[in-house]
């Protein structure tokens, strides 16, 4: 029979796995995401379309697993989390998006897992300690230099102002979502989650990105297109949003969120592999920093459960 350390090591692996695949998936989804929104619809459409679809793919997967009712008192959480987890997430970056340069994004996005420790703190009203305070930073001024350094370290923000203030609100969506709801994507399996999460989204939603989706560019779809569109409805929406639970479940909230700082590394090593950039000093620092950041936030000896 395993120990309980043996299997809170096996969560711990298992969560770590999850949310560093989501993360892959997420970096990996910008060219797809971007070669739809040059060529066949808009950002708002591509937004309906990864709600809508994952929509659908969740409650297809709710068939083959076992049926979970949710309680009364969890329905307000459940509410909240498809909000700020789904629509302001997503939704706002793709409108801000729109409004600014996408050097402005990133960087405004990598203020995510410092949010989310701020607020888990105040939430779970528990302390910052030093090693996961200095973690979170070493983590974002990591992330900030290998973006910077992908654009000659152009530090000025030159995008539109009222772009960056949408970003900045859908990044703090992100943290809210990362650490206020995370009893109800604990106390569910991540299918009855999430099915719920991107049905109430779509609803939301319908009225405000429904004609964008319906003047989609449908008859330009070529064999490409759809298989373009299948990634990132099935994996970079689907298949990210089903992981994440599963990091939830057994990871504290600052330590998920960190993990978004994998994404430029992903980007960097990626363009790398396929010769269109080069691996240098700058970026394996970079890498080094953001490393040891979520190496910082991740080692604890308080309770797991209450820590920040």
Avoid at 60 to 85: N, P, T, Y
Avoid at 120 to 137: C, E, S
Avoid at 252 to 276: H, K, L, N
Avoid at 287 to 303: A, M, P, S
Wanted: hydrophobic letters at 55%.
């Amino acid at each position: 029979m395993p120990s309980d350390m043996e299997n809170s090591r096996k969560d711990m692996f298992v969560g770590h796995g999850a949310v560093l695949l989501a993360n892959v998936i997420f970096a990996l989804n910008a060219p797809f995401s971007k070669a739809l929104l040059t060529s066949v619809m808009d950002g708002y459409a591509l937004a309906f379309w990864r709600m809508a679809g994952a929509a659908a793919l969740f409650w297809f997967a709710s068939l083959f697993v076992k049926r979970e009712k949710i309680e009364r008192g969890d329905w307000l959480m459940l509410i909240g989390a498809s909000f700020f987890g789904v629509v302001l997430n997503q939704g706002l970056f793709v409108i801000g998006l729109a409004k600014t340069t996408p050097l402005d994004a990133v960087l405004l996005k990598a203020l995510t897992p410092i949010m989310t420790m701020l607020i888990a703190a105040v939430y779970l009203k528990n302390r910052i300690n030093f090693k996961k305070g200095m973690g979170v930073l070493l983590g974002c001024v990591g992330a900030v230099f290998l973006i910077l350094s992908e654009n000659n370290f152009q530090v000025s923000f030159t995008g539109n102002m009222v772009g960056n203030i949408i970003v900045f609100i859908s990044a703090f969506a992100y943290a809210m979502y990362f650490a206020v709801f995370i009893k109800v994507v604990k106390k569910y399996s991540p299918v009855t989650v999430m099915k719920w999460m991107f049905l109430l989204a779509t609803i939301f939603c319908a009225p405000f990105l429904g004609d964008n989706f319906l003047a989609c560019n449908y008859a330009a779809f070529t064999a490409s297109t759809v298989l373009t569109l299948c990634f990132v409805v099935v994996c970079a929406t689907f298949l990210t949003y089903f992981l994440l639970p599963i990091g939830q479940k057994r990871l504290m909230p600052t330590v998920v969120s960190m993990y978004i700082y994998s994404q430029p590394i992903v980007v960097a090593v990626s363009s790398f592999m396929i010769g269109m950039d080069t691996f240098s000093w700058d970026k394996a620092l970079a890498t080094v920093l953001i490393c040891f950041g979520v190496y910082l936030v991740t080692i604890h000896k308080n309770n797991p459960a209450k820590a920040v």
